[in-house]
């Protein structure tokens, strides 16, 4: 059986606070942003949730509608990749944590994805 440390969890509550200043992913509001952890491209068990990497901005309804229909299938019925998004945005962010560099490059990544 292969077990995930809780260790390979990456825990950052300030790439957290990061995501929240982004708009949803989805329709693009500023409005009740979460930070929404996508689980079923993360390697996580039951009752745990995934690394803050696999994070990304969703509004309240948006990430309210994710869990309700299933994450996979609502992911596709929007045309989205979210591990692509997670990835893009944990990249931004660790290339540009400085002054508010990370903010406006994701802001314009967001708002970029259709």
Sequence with gaps: MNMIRKAEFKRMPKYLKYIRTLPC???KTNQ???AAHVRYIAPCGTG???SDEH?????QPCHAEQHSRGEEIWWDSKGLDPREITE???DIFNRFDNAGQAWANA???VRGIQ
């Design 25 to 27: 992913v989805v329709c």
């Design 107 to 109: 802001d314009i990544y």
């Design 55 to 59: 994070c990304l901005s969703l509004c």
């Design 32 to 34: 009740n942003i979460q």
């Design 88 to 90: 893009g945005l944990w």
């Design 48 to 50: 745990i949730k995934p």
